[in-house]
């Protein structure tokens, strides 16, 4: 395979994987994050590789990025869009600026990415884009030990609404949009989660256990491939079966 798709929130974690699952594979990746990636974090060939700091809430800054990806490879095939903060403040812990500043990452900046991205791929014939929501909405969440609590559960749902109102907006041009909801994976994210949050998490899947980054990447690689070319508007529950409500 080849291609080059831009990630977001490659410094770590899921988006890490998935710039290393691409690099693996023959694609060229453009790796997105605020946070600096060190020279030499990901295996193989530089020339297939381009890092770009970039704050997603900023929508000049995602169109830079666009742009300096386009510059190196010529064109950009797909954007997988994984960048998020995570917020574990309690109802009471919450004000309007937190609030505002968690949305404005994790919802206007999936917005500012896939409408950059949407921008150049619209003009070489479509391509497709992966977000990602989260299976935390399902329960949801009081926040406090590591676990999300309003404010990330509410930027998470309304990824629902930015997925479907994009894949039915982009259809049209031919981009595919869907995304993967991952339940709790072991990343940066969950680092802080107590030892009796990672033991529920575990207990309340299928597989016994959390996930791990790469077993999501895999699912956003094979959405943004061909091979899912039937599959726009969807929410891929990544979980482990942990939606089964055990
Ligand atoms: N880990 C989980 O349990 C889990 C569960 C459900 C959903 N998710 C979702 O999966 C995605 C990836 O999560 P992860 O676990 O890999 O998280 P992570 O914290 O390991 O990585 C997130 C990355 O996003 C980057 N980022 C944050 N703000 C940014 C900004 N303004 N601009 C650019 N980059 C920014 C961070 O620097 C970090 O490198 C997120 O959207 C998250 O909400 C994760």
Redesign the pocket.
Known sequence: MSGAVIV????????FACVEMLLARGFKACA????PIPDGAFAGDPDRLLSVP????DPLACADAVAAAVKKFGKIDALIH?????STRTWREIDADHMNEVLG??VT?AFNMSQAAALEMEKTGGGAICL?????IMVSGLGGHGRGGIAYISS?AAIIGVTRGLARSLAPINIRVNAV?????R????ADYSEEAVRHAGAKTLAGRMGE?SE?ASVALFLISDEAGYIQGQIINVNGGGSLGL
């Open positions: 977001t929130g490659a410094a770590s974690g899921i988006g997105i994050d605020i946070a970039t704050d997603v809430s994984m960048a998020a903060v995570h990452i994790n900046g990602a929501m989260s299976g935390s998470k909801s991952p339940g709790s994976t990343t940066a994210m969950t980054a999501i």
